[in-house]
């Protein structure tokens, strides 16, 4: 079993950053591919970046690659998402979420998700 819990967002404008972070319980964290998806008002939950469980390979949507990175801290049961150049585009609720698959881009490949974050960019 696994609980996460996310935090870090805000309201920030056009072309700032945020670093979301999200922490896990279990004495597994090692053993899990952790991802971060996204949701905006009335749009279907999107993938956003993922990073399997060793040796930390990445994955991200094309929508925030080259803006968006994902790293993980094992010691720290914590994983991270570094946002930079931010559109108003990426305004959504963020969710942290853990899976047993070595790395994943879908949502039914994880198990685990937090209760979300809310990211919202101002133009």
């Known amino acids: 079993q696994v609980q996460l819990v996310e935090s870090g967002g805000g309201l920030v404008q056009t072309g700032g950053s945020l670093r979301l972070s999200c922490a896990a319980s279990?004495?597994?964290?090692?053993?899990?591919?952790m991802g971060w998806f996204r949701q905006a008002p009335g749009k279907e939950r999107e993938f956003v970046a993922t990073?399997?469980?060793?040796?930390?390979?990445?994955y991200y949507a094309d929508s925030v690659k080259g803006r968006f990175t994902i790293s993980r801290d094992n010691a720290k049961n914590t994983v991270y998402l570094r946002m930079n150049s931010l559109k108003p585009e990426d305004t959504a609720v963020y969710y942290c979420?853990?899976?047993?698959?070595?790395?994943?881009?879908?949502?039914?490949?994880?198990?685990?998700w937090g209760q979300g974050t809310q990211v919202t960019v101002s133009s």
């Open positions: 990073i399997s469980w060793s040796p930390d390979s990445t």
């Open positions: 979420a853990a899976g047993l698959s070595w790395i994943a881009t879908t949502a039914r490949d994880y198990g685990y």
């Open positions: 279990g004495r597994t964290f090692s053993t899990y591919a």
